[in-house]
């Protein structure tokens, strides 16, 4: 599996997931963009990434995914300082809990905005300038196991993130004709430590057909796999990476998260 030579964008580069992705596209030959909206961090991130794989480049932009602006400045950046963007892996995103009744206009939009609305901003700018290059590039979109299952709390998230599994599917179709796939992964839980009550970590073990937490690295390289040559015939497509838990159900996090009885 090599991607060496290629350039690529990573949103929320800086930790977690981004990270791990960036980590293992450069591990595999590509030079990397990381972005987040915090300068220290990717800078940081930037740094260490560079110093881990000689002869590569990491370089960081700080923008938010969900800003157009932003966006095309990210991709003006790679194009001038590394060359022609071949894979985007849009994984920036955030979170945050709320029953329905209680949840704020403000709390809504944010989660949509930032999964969303960031996804159609960088696919969109990925297949313009794709297109305009004649590169036969690779999109990897982040979904959720949460689309595969139902839980209370968590109304707002699981909303964009199946909205970008459907949007994942339309983008594919219309990208293929140009060489352009487009495809997204879905996590399970991937938690920083000590990040979970011990009573929701008890219950997602309990899920799990693996019994283990999921780890950034899990996540990377099904991304990895998606935007390499090993994937060119595939398209359109959702993998979840989950250890199992859509066989057993999602826990009830508004129970274990919020303090709501059933």
């Known amino acids: 599996m ?15 997931i981004g990270y791990a992705v960036a980590d293992y596209l450069m591990a595999h030959g590509a030079d990397v963009v990381i972005t987040s909206r915090t300068p220290p961090e990717v800078e940081a991130a930037a740094e260490k990434l560079t110093a881990a794989h000689p002869g590569r480049r990491a370089l960081p932009v700080v923008a938010d995914a969900a800003v157009a602006a932003d966006v095309e400045r990210m991709f003006e950046t790679a194009e001038t300082e590394l060359g022609p963007v071949a894979v985007v892996a849009n994984v920036a995103g955030n979170y945050s809990l709320g029953l329905i009744a209680d949840l704020s206009e403000e709390d809504w ?3 949509l905005d930032t999964h969303l609305t960031g996804t159609f901003l960088c696919t969109r700018a990925a297949i313009r300038r794709m297109r305009a290059s004649g590169t036969a590039g690779a999109v990897v979109n982040i979904g ?7 839980t209370r709390g968590n109304a ?38 000590g990040a979970l009550p011990q009573t929701l970590t008890d219950a997602f073990h309990r899920s799990f057909a693996i019994d283990r937490m999921g780890e950034p690295s899990d996540v990377a390289k099904a991304v ?9 015939w595939i398209t359109g497509v959702d993998l979840l990476v989950d250890g199992g838990t859509h066989l057993r159900g999602l826990p009830d996090y508004a129970e274990h998260l919020l303090g709501e009885s059933g």
């Open 224 to 232: 990895i796999f998606l935007a390499s040559d090993y994937a060119t």
């Open 2 to 16: 090599q991607l060496a030579g290629n350039v690529a964008i990573v949103t929320g580069g800086s930790k977690g």
């Open 156 to 193: 707002h998230y699981a909303a964009a993130k199946a909205g970008i599994l459907k949007f994942t599917e339309v983008a594919a179709l219309e990208a293929g004709r140009y060489g352009i796939r487009v495809n997204s992964v879905s996590p399970g839980v991937v938690p920083a430590a």
């Open 144 to 150: 959720a196991v949460d689309v595969y299952g139902t």
């Open 109 to 111: 939009k944010t989660v």
